[in-house]
């Protein structure tokens, strides 16, 4: 069975430009998580989605931060306009019951 | 002060020792307490969850202490594949989003 994936593993932009990370949960998995990990700190819940409707999005920065989850399947993550504290490595995860299961993240480096 | 606080290590053990890891928590209204591996560049992957009892999972023991808000992992045994990242991870009542401490770097060598 696929895990989850995501897409790009690796991602180079510069300040101001924009940004969209895809992520493609478990085939089935009604919960999606994206979370993030800023060098050096801890990863950090940034929201959920349940099917297609935002659960908690508490953890979402700032309004430059856009995250959608249309038809409640794969999602998106879009960045605009992108600031030099954005990077980190985006991880995405997805749950049927109480254990989320990670992708492998995209790594966001902003110049 | 942060909501999951773990000593980041590293921690560099022979192969066959036994090594274990502590982790605080803030919030009293944790309800969920999970042990979390990440290798080198990898994603986060479940170890096992911690319940009251204490749990046991082959080489690797979990405590959770409620009233000192300690959670704790023992890894008997301790092999080169052990070599990883263990993160702490809570989740708080009626909510889903997992809080992550910053993950204790384990090193065992030959």
């Known amino acids: 069975e696929a895990g989850v994936t995501q897409f790009p593993s690796h991602s180079v932009i510069e300040k101001g430009q924009t940004v969209t990370l895809r992520c493609d949960p478990i085939s089935g998995h009604d919960n999606l998580y994206w979370y993030r990990r800023v060098m050096g700190k801890e990863i950090k819940f940034l929201l959920h989605f349940v099917k297609e409707s935002k659960q908690d999005e508490s953890g979402m920065p700032n309004n430059r931060f856009l995250a959608e989850r249309t038809g409640g399947t794969y999602s998106t993550l879009k960045v605009q306009p992108a600031e030099l504290e954005d990077s980190g490595v985006y991880f995405c995860?997805?749950?049927?019951?109480?254990?989320?299961?990670f992708g492998p993240g995209t790594r966001l480096t902003v110049l | 002060r942060k909501e999951v606080e773990q000593d980041p290590g590293p921690f560099n053990v022979p192969e066959g020792a036994t090594v274990a890891f502590n982790c605080t928590y803030s919030n009293s209204a944790s309800q969920s307490f999970f042990w979390y591996r990440q290798d080198c560049r990898k994603e986060p992957k479940l170890l096992m969850s911690?319940?009251?009892s204490g749990n046991e999972d082959g080489r690797f023991t979990a405590q959770l202490n409620r009233a000192s808000q300690y959670i704790s992992l023992l890894i008997r045994d301790s092999k080169l594949s052990d070599s990883a990242t263990y993160l702490c991870v809570v989740t708080f009542y009626n909510t889903d989003k997992l809080i992550f401490g910053t993950g204790t770097r384990l090193q065992v060598f030959p």
């Open positions: 911690v319940y009251s």
């Open positions: 995860a997805s749950s049927y019951g109480v254990e989320q299961f």
